[in-house]
Nanobody, 119 residues
């Protein structure tokens, strides 16, 4: 079992940066692929970025490539998402998830942290 708690969301102007954090608890954190997803108002949850558990390989949605960076700290059981050059369309609730594979499915979810990007 893995428990996940996100933090770091907030209000930022377009072009700004935020770093989201996800604190994980549970003995098998290092055995899971971890990912960030987001859900904008009126839209379905969508994939943003993920990182594998063995080699730290990463995968990004096209909308995140070149602007967002996912990373994890195994010792601290933390997952991060550095978001630069933010756009109003990045406004959403961001969730971290844990699953057996980088491509999913993801079995564990946090409660989400809200990101609002003003124009």
């Amino acid at each position: 079992q893995v428990q996940l708690v996100e933090s770091g969301g907030g209000l930022v102007q377009a072009g700004g940066s935020l770093r989201l954090s996800c604190a994980a608890s549970g003995r098998t954190f290092s055995s899971y692929a971890m990912g960030w997803f987001r859900q904008a108002p009126g839209k379905e949850r969508e994939f943003v970025a993920a990182i594998g558990w063995t080699y730290g390989n990463t995968n990004y949605a096209d909308s995140a490539k070149g602007r967002f960076t996912i990373s994890r700290d195994y010792a601290m059981k933390m997952l991060y998402l550095q978001m630069n050059s933010l756009k109003p369309e990045d406004t959403a609730v961001y969730y971290c998830g844990a699953g057996a594979k980088i491509l999913g499915p993801y079995d564990y979810w946090g409660q989400g942290t809200r990101v609002t990007v003003s124009s």
